[in-house]
């Protein structure tokens, strides 16, 4: 299958700063890219779905002020959690996908965050 | 999207055929079947999907019931490599969105 990679793969960041994670597509390119998080023991939650050069359309309930995401290019797109709050602590793992909707999505291997 | 329902939880000893069931009565006539399984700590991996007739690939076997209300993800050899939880998602042809359900955590034991 196609692949996504992410970076970094985790980090960890002082409460109020930004905290920038990078997605790409490495071998096709992504005419849609989706950010989810995930907590502990719990399912994936899409918070974000964003097309090349267009904005992002956000799930209900996710600030679209707090994650800032950016689909530059076909094979890059950033989520920013601004303002990062112990609460922000999460899994984040974006998934791509080329092509028409019935283009199968492929995802990476997801972002850890500690925010302390 | 239709809702999905799968198992919480199953065994299967290596070497054997692990059968993943999943429940999908409201899914209605455009809308796909896919499997993704999620390995602890990684990124969701795709699978296999399906619309109505059965599917095979490298990794596993998608197989639909003719009234398309459940479907069941055949794993033919297991190894403890595939113990992860495996998530059955239908998705609506005119939606680019997945989602996921609480899927079903497989163990596959020695």
């Known amino acids: 299958g196609a692949v996504v990679s992410q970076h970094p793969s985790r980090v960890i960041c002082k409460s109020g700063t930004s905290v920038k994670i990078e997605c790409r597509s490495l071998?096709?390119?992504?005419?849609?890219m989706f950010w989810y998080r995930q907590f502990p023991k719990q399912s994936l939650m899409l918070m974000a779905t964003?097309?090349?050069?267009?904005?992002?359309?956000?799930e209900q309930g996710v600030e679209k002020d707090k994650f800032l995401i950016n689909h530059a290019s076909l094979t890059l797109s950033t989520l920013t959690v601004t303002s990062a709050h112990p609460e922000d602590s999460s899994f984040y793992i974006c998934?791509?996908?080329?092509?028409?909707?019935?283009?199968?999505?492929?995802f990476g291997p997801g972002t850890r965050l500690l925010v302390l | 999207d239709a809702k999905t329902t799968q198992p919480t939880s199953m065994d299967c000893a290596e070497g054997r055929a692990a059968n993943l069931p999943c429940n999908h009565s409201?899914?209605?006539?455009?809308?796909?079947v896919y499997w993704y399984r999620q390995i602890h700590s990684q990124g969701p991996q795709y699978i296999i999907h399906?619309?109505?007739n059965n599917e095979t690939n490298e990794m596993a076997s998608l197989i639909i019931t003719e009234d398309r209300k459940s479907s069941t993800l055949i794993l033919p050899h297991a190894t403890l490599r595939d113990t992860a939880v495996y998530y059955c998602?239908?998705?609506?042809?005119?939606?680019?969105?997945?989602?996921f359900g609480t899927g079903t955590r497989l163990q596959v034991f020695p």
């Open positions: 964003s097309n090349e050069g267009s904005k992002a359309t956000y």
């Open positions: 071998d096709f390119q992504a005419t849609t």
């Open positions: 399906g619309l109505k």
């Open positions: 998934s791509a996908r080329g092509g028409g909707l019935q283009e199968t999505q492929y």
């Open positions: 998602i239908v998705r609506g042809r005119g939606t680019d969105k997945l989602i």
């Open positions: 409201t899914i209605s006539g455009n809308e796909y």
